[in-house]
């Protein structure tokens, strides 16, 4: 079954001999980065997608410095739209979880909705460089967003990608075609298939994968630099 772009739920070929008894789900910016190439290991995503409560790589400093960022310019978009008039609601309040199959849903958390009376518009903020994953994962939630909440059905929905500390990329919902309908269905079948794909271990992509050697013993550590420690402790 094809997914088209009038169907109000995703759909893909039915799974065999699963006897797992908790709901799987696959979070909208793992695709994201499959899509835009950012990610060229689609086992990480897979593995995350039919395991919960596996071992994670502790977190590292620079992704405390983003969630600084994020949470200051979350909270000053939020000042800024209500100054507007407009209702606004915040990441928890907009998170879903779209039935794509039974046990398997396709889940997302917008940072930001301001709505008016004729238009909503998706705010996505990001304190790194610009990637194409990130318009690509506000495109899934245009996509998405009228299919889980029935105030955005009938009204204009527009999406606007903030970059820290105030650069904003409009992304438009007429860009969601088939086209961009069938490269996201491609993903979800993979990711949502019984079989596991290929695993394509480098330095870099594990780098940012959360996935330990417990799980994954292909896993590449990055080599310390002998001079740079040498620096350190000196």
Same mark, same amino acid.
């Given at each position: ?163 820290? @500390? ?50 994954? @013993? ?17």
């Amino acid at each position: 079954m094809e997914l088209t772009k009038e169907k109000a739920t995703l759909a893909f070929s039915p799974k065999k001999g699963n006897d797992k008894h908790f709901k799987k789900f696959i979070w909208v910016t793992w695709v994201a980065k499959l899509m835009a190439g950012e990610s060229r290991c689609p086992w990480s995503a897979w593995f995350k997608t039919h395991h919960i409560n596996y071992e994670k790589v502790q977190s590292k400093c620079e992704f405390i410095k983003y969630q600084l960022e994020h949470s200051r310019m979350i909270n000053e978009l939020r000042e800024e739209r209500l100054a507007k008039g407009e209702k606004v609601f915040v990441e928890d309040a907009n998170r879903f979880s779209l039935e794509i199959k039974p046990k398997l849903t396709l889940n997302g958390k917008p940072d930001l909705i301001a709505l008016s009376e004729d238009k909503a518009i998706v705010y996505e903020c990001k304190s790194g460089v610009q990637r194409d994953s990130y318009q690509i994962q506000l495109m899934i939630y245009l996509y998405c967003l009228p299919r889980c909440f029935n105030q955005y059905k009938n009204i204009k929905l527009e999406g606007c990608l903030v970059y820290y @500390p105030n650069t904003r990329i409009e992304v438009s919902q007429s860009i969601i075609d088939e086209r961009f309908i069938d490269h996201l269905n491609y993903w979800l079948n993979i990711l949502g298939a019984d079989t596991p794909p290929a695993k394509a271990p480098s330095e870099n992509e594990c780098l940012f994968c959360n996935i330990t050697k417990a799980n994954c @013993p292909e896993r590449i550590e990055k080599t310390p630099d002998k001079n740079q420690i040498t620096h350190q402790l000196n």
